[in-house]
């Protein structure tokens, strides 16, 4: 399945925000992993997409950083959510909910076509 970008871009903050308040830190691959195990593989991020993601949130301060060492030895970035990133989140669930519920209603709506039926405009 294809999840368009903007759909992506939405909701990535608080994806990374909610995995970071799972664990008291984690590094990017863990990120991307959980991502992949959230959505039963059907959204796959790539580094490209999650770096300047995790970067841009340190520059906000909603996440900190810190390097340690994995288990073979290598030199790993771990991310850590901040207090301030705990209230955004807070926040970004609140408006996800907003979100989520505004579409359920559209969506199961007495007399709501199904996702392919329904007019269409050419």
């Known amino acids: ?9 939405a909701s990535a903050t608080p994806l990374v925000l909610g ?3 799972e664990e008291e830190s984690s590094y990017g691959y863990a990120i991307l992993k959980r991502v ?7 959204m796959e ?14 520059r906000q301060g909603l996440v900190g950083a ?8 290598r030199r790993r970035k771990h991310y850590a959510l901040t207090e301030a990133g705990r ?3 807070a926040e970004r669930q609140s408006q996800w ?15 709501a ?9 050419a």
């Open 1 to 9: 399945m294809h999840i368009d970008k903007d759909l992506v871009a």
């Open 113 to 121: 076509a199904g996702p392919l039926s329904g007019p269409v405009l």
């Open 97 to 111: 909910a907003v979100v989520s519920q505004t579409l359920a209603r559209v969506w199961d709506a007495p007399g």
């Open 19 to 21: 995995i970071l308040a």
């Open 36 to 42: 992949r195990e959230l959505s039963d593989g059907r």
């Open 45 to 58: 991020w790539t580094d490209g997409m999650l770096y300047p993601l995790l970067h841009r949130l340190e």
């Open 66 to 73: 810190s390097w340690g060492t994995s288990e073979e030895g």
């Open 87 to 89: 209230r955004q989140l």
